[in-house]
């Protein structure tokens, strides 16, 4: 497989931090040509922040990262404390980076990279809310016909972490998630459906905790969230790091191509993603929608990249 050039799209985050090292760990097919930090679990000074000190972790501060949207497109931000409580933040006393977020605003920087490099060569990886994405396309509509790719952690058709239906990185901004479902960017999207299919359990956990190296021993403050979980029977995905093992090793997962449209009214369906899975409606498909995961494959990956990195 030929080298991908990335950008990371992320709110920092735990499992996003595993999927950038997951990303960084594999240089031979992934060129990583920044990080724009977004809104989400945390504030954007703090997702920023955190995306450094991973960058830091891994030797890699020539990464540039960017500081995106501090709040969604409409309405006030909600973060992730209100899944994990101050769990969210467990973890992260990661050596300080030396380094700064760059000058240039994410949406600005994402726009200048897809009109400076050949079409085609490019794929978002989105691990937050989708903001700063929708403001790139509305800022410059053409940037998403040059897009290799949009590969996203995005929404649930079986159900939701913020509601009964809505995933948390389309509920914190949803009509940034309408606006970028109705591009014509190709769009690949690990769900909650495919996500949950990748549990961590205290096994997985203790080997990704068990690595002898420097950087998988920070990592495993990370990781105490999820084995908290998974000590009191309640399992969680590690989710982001799916969107990397779908460039990685695509062959891993199942899918089908489908039409999603993205509920923006208030109310109790706010932020569903609405999964034409029957093709019922007639609305053309817009996504290749993730069902299927290797389990044992993806956390296989996760330990040789953090062995390696
Ligand atoms: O719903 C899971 C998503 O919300 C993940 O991207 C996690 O990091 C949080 O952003
Ligand atoms: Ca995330």
């Avoid at 989400?40 to 949207?69: H, M, Q, W, Y």
């Amino acid at each position: 497989m030929s080298k991908q050039s990335i950008i990371i799209d992320t709110d920092p985050g735990q499992d996003d931090a595993l999927a950038i090292l997951l990303a960084l760990a594999n240089g031979d097919a992934l060129d990583v040509l920044g990080i724009t930090a977004v809104c989400g679990n945390i504030s954007v000074k703090g997702t920023a922040a955190n995306a450094l000190k991973v960058l830091a972790l891994a030797g890699r501060e020539d990464v540039p990262v960017f500081l995106g949207a501090p709040a969604p497109l409409v309405g006030a931000l909600v973060t992730a404390d209100v899944l994990h409580g101050e769990a969210i933040t467990a973890g992260w006393d990661l050596p300080l980076s030396k380094a700064s977020p760059r000058a240039e605003f994410a949406a600005d920087w994402i726009i200048d990279t897809l009109l400076s490099r050949p079409a085609g060569t490019v794929t978002i990886c989105a691990l937050g809310p989708l903001t700063n994405i929708a403001l790139a396309f509305a800022k410059r509509p053409e940037i998403a016909d040059r897009l290799r790719a949009l590969v996203m952690m995005a929404g649930a058709s079986q159900g939701g972490n913020m509601n009964a239906v809505a995933e948390f990185n389309v509920f914190v901004d949803p009509h940034a998630a309408a606006r970028v479902f109705a591009s014509p960017v190709r769009k690949v999207v690990a769900s909650l459906d495919v996500t949950q299919k990748l549990l961590a359990t205290e096994r997985d956990l203790g080997r990704l905790m068990a690595i002898p190296n420097r950087i998988a021993s920070q990592v495993s403050g990370l990781l105490r969230l999820y084995e908290a979980y998974a000590k009191a029977g309640s399992p969680r995905p590690l989710h982001d790091p799916a969107v990397i093992a779908w460039l990685l090793a695509p062959e891993m997962f199942s899918g089908k191509d489908v039409n999603v449209e993205i509920e923006t009214a208030p109310g109790r369906t706010y932020g569903q993603t609405i999964v034409d899975v029957n093709a019922v409606t007639g609305r053309a498909t817009n996504a290749h929608w993730l069902t299927d995961a290797d389990r044992e494959g993806f956390y296989r990956l996760l330990e040789s990249g953090l062995t390696r990195i």
